[in-house]
């Protein structure tokens, strides 16, 4: 199984600052076969970006995924009052698929 | 847009059987791979597995021999089953479409539910 290491597990941030979430895994990711998801309490995941990158229709440009091979990183740039949540990354280069521990953001 | 609606029995006794359905609406039933997906409370997204529309599966290793995912195209809905349960199958369960297009990801979710194991 390709593990899925995220960091911070948690994330204490102001109204406006630029947070940066990694995920490395435990082998090369082809293609950057690998997705982030926000996930507010009690809620389901909302797919963010995928292809490491790709911005999700209608999820704000604020959010942004960049990363090859085995590291990854999502940042969120002018962070809103809105973004208090828990981020997954989801590996999808060969089953089982994994995901990360989770970041939880706080303000 | 697709819209995933899940239901099932919420509440089970330890070695009871947890079956839960979800239902496409508005979408493609054909084009897809359908999951599952668990959280215990208060912890990480763990993947179930999948069934493709050919009625081919795959499980997560943890999983398998306890799991069944079935489908029925004509009603547009896919199902689990997990069997044996313990305290330890507790938690948040969703339903979500998988795409496959050039990557990977989990587009669209349902609303999850919840399911308690005690005695």
């Known amino acids: 199984d390709i593990q899925v290491t995220q960091f911070p597990s948690t994330l204490s941030a102001s109204v406006g600052d630029t947070v940066t979430i990694t995920c490395r895994a435990s082998q090369g990711i082809i293609n950057g076969w690998l997705a982030w998801y926000q996930q507010k309490a009690g809620r389901a995941p909302k797919l963010l970006i995928y292809?490491?990158?790709t911005l999700e229709n209608g999820v704000p440009p604020r959010f942004s995924g960049s990363g090859s091979g085995t590291e990854f990183t999502l940042s969120i740039t002018s962070l809103q009052p809105d973004d208090v949540a828990t981020y997954y990354c989801?590996?999808?280069?060969?089953?089982?698929?994994?995901f990360g521990q989770g970041t939880k953001v706080e303000i | 847009q697709v819209q995933l609606r899940q239901w099932g029995a919420g509440l089970l006794k330890p070695l009871e059987t947890l079956s839960l359905t979800c239902g496409v609406s508005?979408?493609?039933?054909?084009?897809?791979?359908w999951n599952w997906i668990r959280q215990p409370p208060g912890r990480g997204l763990e993947w179930i597995g999948e069934i493709r529309h050919s009625g081919s599966t795959i499980f997560s290793p943890s999983l398998r021999g306890r799991v069944t995912l079935s489908l029925d195209k004509a009603k547009k809905q896919f199902s689990l089953n997990l069997t044996s349960v313990t305290a330890a199958d507790t938690g948040l369960y969703f339903c979500?479409?998988?795409?496959?297009?050039?990557?990977?990801?989990?587009?669209?979710w349902g609303q999850g539910t919840l399911v308690t194991v005690s005695s």
């Open positions: 979500a479409r998988a795409v496959y297009d050039g990557s990977g990801s989990l587009d669209s």
């Open positions: 292809q490491a990158s």
């Open positions: 989801q590996q999808f280069t060969s089953y089982p698929w994994t």
């Open positions: 508005d979408g493609s039933f054909s084009a897809y791979y």
